[in-house]
């Protein structure tokens, strides 16, 4: 079947014409609900906030690459154009430097575009759009030009995808002055902060991760929105404060099993924002635990653990009782092999690990 | 189309047999395939392409005649026979045009030397290329969009920026509406409808792009006009926008100032088309070569390719071909690679002198105004500087804001300044005497 456009001959005022295509008719309709009381995959709860801050603002719209009649790689904008039409919803031509530019361009010129990268690592494309434009434009323009922007895309490791498909992005970002950075973990916090990361006036990086798109979670309402400067404390604890963010919280939590058993109690503490780090909760919880373990998927060199540990050493060293341990992904490109894969980022027994070797050893229960 | 449905465990050969046999089946047909031309075709996702038995190929280095640039006026200023004008421009409109392209040149040759004597840290002309953009400038409507990349101060002033704003930006002073903070000639104006230059070659095409969408998605009349040299022209953020406006379908002209040389890198070693115009079919852009020292010729294409982008909502290329005449900014020396005689050949084509010749000729200019203009405008210039010297830098406390949009600063930001203004209170000659901590 051919995939038919129609071009607009009349003025701009009319909009594109809706392309057949084959993929949408093989798939049926999908009706758009709002969140119920039933579990939903985070996938469908970031769906689920774009729709709600479309509905809501005719000023946000979508673009990137097979966003549109495709509904993204992750399915995160699945259906979309069937209820915003192919403009708000914008399949664009293979650039990403071009449409990160497109979207700051739109930025500028009052919409609240959100730009998917098909993979985060592919952004790297976009690098100079989003470092010397995106983030500088509002300072350079004496704040005349705002950049609304949510830079957005699935990242991390885990699916046997290759080096160029398993890139970290925060470590390169997160130098770049004027963007916050932001990374969503659960169904809950996926949907609230995607909204609240629409709304802000502020270009946010908003990271995901390919292997959480299909966890199961309950997600707010319309009006539920999360601060984007906020972490979010996983589990109260006295021994030790591991930081952590993205699918590591998982892996922490997992490895928090195992040491409860051991008769140690950590402290859990997911960061949400990469920048700016929430010093109120941190530096909180590392009054109370003297000990601090940082959990992290990017690189060890550069990166969210490096500057965290080196603020967390300035403004709280004498609340330390141990230096801080920082737990990151080799300095590799990260291979396919599954074997090497799994080597090259953090495993539950290495936080195990990491949390005797720096409470010490806990008397036996008996 | 024809979908071929694999088995679960196919061997290479079954799938060559299986395909053998469809082929077999189809050839038949595919033959019949006309499109009543007598030619045959292939049906692609991408459209139908006609099929030829020649083994030809197409392009190459340039050969034969290059795509004629359009012009009104000879190399004097005279007006040529039987040259297409749709819009004869008016006395008034004429007067307004020379008299802003005099000021440019003034403004650019007493900046320039002001930098020379150290007054700031650097400035670039337009020199050669004033008809390209107050020619150009004078077409669009004030609604209408600009990204511009560092040589359009003529759109500037013919939108109404003033000598003093101008003046300020230089000087780095609080009435700077940047703040202090972009290095001189970066001027931008949300109220003119400019926006902010950033240094990296083309970043603002893709810009141009994304604007033009969001007039269109907002059913807007106005277009966005992206201005660019021909060495940014190679800058894969060009490409990219070139090809997403075609695609999208974004009412975005471009305009292209293609002034002979990229710093030292002239226009020869630049590309091996047929300059920037040539690539507006690959991109299925309309695109027309002007004379950019022309007026005329620069203010009806211009009209035309905006009247184009707003009926038919597409992008519009205009190459507008000039020459260089001042160096690349002062930090250059053009001497070092181009001869004396190749710039005095230039100067005396210059699109001031031409306009000039070509207004008095219409018996709207005089001798005697135009020594009064100078006059008058130099006196204005330098009094614009002398009041931007005076007043004081933005203050160190606007240092961090507008980093984020908002009133508050963030933790590290906070620290930061607050870091900062102890460091000036043990060290107050760390800061220059005009600048002040807080603004007043």
Same mark, same amino acid.
């Given at each position: 079947?051919?995939?038919?456009?129609?071009?607009?001959?009349?003025?701009?005022?009319?909009?594109? !014409?809706?392309?057949?295509?084959?993929?949408?008719?093989?798939?049926?309709?999908?009706?758009?609900?709002?969140?119920?009381?039933?579990?939903?995959?985070?996938?469908?709860?970031?769906?689920?906030?774009?729709?709600?801050?479309?509905?809501?603002?005719?000023?946000?719209?979508?673009?990137?690459? $097979?966003?549109?009649?495709?509904?993204?790689?992750?399915?995160?904008?699945?259906?979309?154009?069937?209820?915003?039409?192919?403009?708000?919803?914008?399949?664009?031509?293979?650039?990403?430097?071009?449409?990160?530019?497109?979207?700051?361009?739109?930025?500028?010129?009052?919409?609240?575009?959100?730009?998917?990268?098909?993979?985060?690592?592919?952004?790297?494309?976009?690098?100079?759009?989003?470092?010397?434009?995106?983030?500088?434009? !509002?300072?350079?323009?004496?704040?005349?030009?705002?950049?609304?922007?949510?830079?957005?895309?699935?990242?991390?490791?885990?699916?046997?995808?290759?080096?160029? !498909?398993?890139?970290?992005?925060?470590?390169?970002?997160?130098?770049?002055?004027?963007?916050?950075? /932001?990374?969503?973990?659960?169904?809950?916090?996926?949907?609230?902060?995607?909204?609240?990361?629409?709304?802000?006036?502020?270009?946010?990086?908003?990271?995901?991760?390919?292997?959480?798109?299909?966890?199961?979670? $309950?997600?707010?309402?319309?009006?539920?929105?999360?601060?984007?400067?906020?972490?979010?404390? /996983?589990?109260?604890?006295? $021994?030790?404060?591991?930081?952590?963010?993205?699918?590591?919280?998982?892996?922490?939590?997992?490895?928090?099993?195992?040491?409860?058993?051991?008769?140690?109690?950590?402290?859990?503490?997911?960061?949400?924002?990469?920048?700016?780090?929430?010093?109120?909760?941190?530096?909180?919880?590392?009054?109370?635990?003297?000990?601090?373990?940082?959990?992290?998927?990017?690189?060890?060199?550069?990166?969210?653990?490096?500057?965290?540990?080196?603020?967390?050493?300035?403004?709280?060293?004498? $609340?330390?009782? !141990?230096?801080?341990?920082?737990?990151?992904?080799?300095?590799?490109?990260?291979?396919?092999?599954?074997?090497?894969?799994?080597?090259?980022?953090?495993?539950?027994?290495?936080?195990?690990?990491?949390?005797?070797?720096?409470?010490?050893?806990?008397?036996?229960?008996? | 189309?024809?979908?071929?449905?694999?088995?679960?465990?196919?061997?290479?050969?079954?799938?060559?047999?299986?395909?053998?046999?469809?082929?077999?089946?189809?050839?038949?047909?595919?033959?019949?395939?006309?499109?009543?031309?007598?030619?045959?075709?292939?049906?692609?996702?991408?459209?139908?392409?006609?099929?030829?038995?020649?083994?030809?190929?197409?392009?190459?280095?340039?050969?034969?005649?290059?795509?004629?640039?359009?012009?009104?006026?000879?190399?004097?200023?005279?007006?040529?026979? *039987?040259?297409?004008?749709?819009?004869?421009?008016?006395?008034?409109?004429?007067?307004?045009?020379?008299?802003?392209?005099?000021?440019?040149?003034?403004?650019?040759?007493?900046?320039?030397?002001?930098?020379?004597?150290?007054?700031?840290?650097?400035?670039?002309?337009?020199?050669?290329?004033?008809?390209?953009?107050? *020619?150009?400038?004078?077409?669009?409507?004030?609604?209408?969009?600009?990204?511009?990349?560092?040589?359009?101060?003529?759109?500037?002033?013919?939108?109404?920026?003033?000598?003093?704003?101008?003046?300020?930006?230089?000087?780095?002073?609080?009435?700077?509406?940047?703040?202090?903070?972009?290095?001189?000639?970066?001027?931008?104006?949300?109220?003119?409808?400019?926006?902010?230059?950033?240094?990296?070659?083309?970043?603002?095409?893709?810009?141009?792009?994304?604007?033009?969408?969001?007039?269109?998605?907002?059913?807007?009349?106005?277009?966005?006009?992206?201005?660019?040299?021909? *060495?940014?022209?190679?800058?894969?953020?060009?490409?990219?926008?070139?090809?997403?406006?075609?695609?999208?379908?974004?009412?975005?002209?471009?305009?292209?100032?293609?002034?002979?040389?990229?710093?030292?890198?002239?226009?020869?070693?630049?590309?091996?088309?047929?300059?920037?115009?040539?690539? *507006?079919?690959?991109?299925?852009?309309?695109?027309?070569?002007?004379?950019?020292?022309?007026?005329?010729?620069?203010?009806?294409?211009?009209?035309?390719?905006?009247?184009?982008?707003?009926?038919?909502?597409?992008?519009?290329?205009?190459?507008?071909?000039?020459?260089?005449?001042?160096?690349?900014?002062?930090?250059?020396?053009?001497?070092?690679?181009?001869?004396?005689?190749?710039?005095?050949?230039?100067?005396?084509?210059?699109?001031?002198?031409?306009?000039?010749?070509?207004?008095?000729?219409?018996?709207?200019?005089?001798?005697?105004?135009?020594?009064?203009?100078?006059?008058?405008?130099?006196?204005?210039?330098?009094?614009?500087?002398?009041?931007?010297?005076?007043?004081?830098?933005?203050?160190?406390?606007?240092?961090?804001?507008?980093?984020?949009?908002?009133?508050?600063?963030?933790?590290?930001?906070?620290?930061?300044?607050?870091?900062?203004?102890?460091?000036?209170?043990?060290?107050?000659?760390?800061?220059?005497?005009?600048?002040?901590?807080?603004?007043?």
């Amino acid at each position: 079947m051919l995939l038919q456009r129609h071009g607009s001959s009349a003025k701009c005022m009319s909009s594109r !014409h809706s392309r057949q295509s084959l993929m949408s008719s093989r798939r049926g309709s999908l009706s758009v609900t709002r969140s119920q009381k039933k579990q939903i995959m985070m996938w469908e709860a970031l769906r689920e906030a774009i729709d709600e801050e479309m509905e809501k603002d005719p000023t946000v719209c979508v673009m990137g690459e $097979d966003v549109g009649h495709y509904g993204g790689s992750y399915k995160v904008t699945f259906g979309l154009y069937k209820k915003y039409g192919d403009m708000r919803v914008l399949d664009t031509p293979i650039c990403e430097n071009g449409f990160m530019g497109m979207g700051i361009g739109a930025a500028m010129t009052g919409l609240r575009p959100i730009v998917e990268g098909m993979n985060m690592g592919f952004l790297l494309l976009a690098f100079n759009q989003i470092s010397n434009n995106c983030g500088m434009l !509002h300072y350079t323009s004496g704040g005349q030009y705002k950049t609304p922007v949510v830079i957005r895309g699935p990242g991390g490791v885990g699916r046997q995808l290759g080096a160029e !498909h398993s890139q970290r992005l925060e470590s390169y970002f997160q130098s770049i002055p004027g963007v916050q950075l /932001v990374a969503c973990s659960t169904v809950a916090n996926s949907k609230a902060l995607l909204k609240s990361a629409i709304r802000s006036e502020n270009p946010i990086i908003f990271f995901e991760h390919v292997l959480l798109y299909n966890i199961k979670g $309950d997600a707010g309402g319309p009006d539920v929105y999360q601060s984007l400067e906020s972490a979010e404390l /996983v589990r109260e604890g006295t $021994d030790v404060s591991i930081f952590t963010y993205s699918r590591m919280r998982y892996v922490v939590m997992q490895a928090a099993q195992e040491l409860e058993k051991k008769g140690y109690n950590p402290e859990v503490i997911d960061l949400i924002s990469l920048k700016p780090f929430d010093m109120d909760t941190i530096s909180k919880s590392v009054r109370k635990t003297r000990r601090v373990i940082i959990v992290e998927e990017c690189m060890k060199t550069g990166g969210i653990g490096a500057s965290l540990s080196a603020v967390i050493n300035e403004s709280l060293f004498n $609340d330390l009782d !141990h230096e801080v341990v920082r737990l990151s992904s080799q300095d590799v490109p990260t291979a396919y092999a599954y074997e090497l894969e799994a080597a090259t980022i953090v495993q539950p027994s290495q936080v195990v690990e990491a949390v005797e070797r720096v409470v010490g050893s806990k008397l036996a229960y008996v | 189309m024809y979908l071929i449905r694999l088995k679960e465990s196919l061997s290479c050969q079954s799938i060559s047999t299986y395909a053998w046999g469809c082929l077999r089946q189809i050839s038949t047909s595919l033959k019949t395939q006309d499109d009543g031309s007598g030619t045959n075709y292939i049906d692609l996702p991408g459209g139908k392409v006609p099929l030829t038995g020649n083994l030809t190929f197409i392009g190459g280095p340039l050969q034969g005649p290059r795509i004629a640039t359009y012009r009104t006026v000879d190399m004097t200023g005279r007006p040529v026979d *039987g040259a297409h004008v749709p819009n004869n421009l008016d006395r008034e409109i004429s007067i307004k045009i020379y008299k802003t392209m005099a000021t440019l040149q003034t403004m650019d040759t007493l900046f320039y030397e002001a930098q020379r004597q150290g007054r700031f840290s650097f400035y670039l002309t337009s020199q050669g290329e004033e008809a390209t953009t107050v *020619g150009s400038a004078a077409a669009l409507h004030p609604e209408d969009i600009v990204f511009a990349q560092y040589r359009e101060q003529g759109v500037l002033l013919w939108r109404g920026y003033t000598l003093a704003q101008f003046s300020n930006q230089l000087f780095g002073n609080n009435k700077d509406p940047g703040k202090g903070r972009q290095m001189p000639i970066h001027y931008g104006s949300k109220e003119l409808n400019y926006h902010t230059i950033s240094s990296p070659l083309a970043t603002q095409l893709p810009h141009a792009v994304g604007a033009a969408y969001a007039l269109k998605l907002s059913g807007s009349n106005a277009v966005t006009v992206a201005y660019f040299g021909e *060495g940014a022209a190679s800058e894969g953020d060009a490409h990219a926008a070139f090809n997403f406006a075609a695609t999208l379908e974004v009412p975005c002209v471009f305009i292209c100032r293609n002034n002979g040389y990229a710093i030292s890198t002239p226009a020869s070693e630049q590309y091996r088309g047929d300059g920037i115009v040539a690539r *507006g079919p690959m991109y299925g852009i309309s695109a027309i070569r002007v004379d950019g020292g022309d007026v005329r010729a620069m203010y009806n294409a211009v009209r035309e390719a905006r009247q184009m982008a707003v009926a038919s909502c597409r992008p519009v290329l205009v190459e507008a071909m000039s020459y260089r005449s001042g160096h690349h900014s002062t930090s250059d020396d053009s001497s070092r690679y181009r001869t004396t005689d190749e710039m005095r050949s230039w100067r005396a084509r210059d699109p001031v002198a031409r306009f000039r010749y070509w207004v008095q000729l219409q018996d709207w200019w005089s001798d005697k105004e135009e020594q009064a203009m100078r006059v008058t405008t130099r006196q204005q210039v330098l009094e614009a500087m002398e009041e931007a010297a005076k007043v004081p830098k933005a203050s160190v406390s606007e240092m961090f804001t507008d980093v984020y949009s908002g009133p508050h600063l963030p933790w590290n930001l906070e620290e930061q300044y607050a870091n900062t203004l102890k460091a000036l209170e043990e060290s107050p000659e760390l800061k220059p005497s005009d600048m002040p901590i807080v603004s007043q």
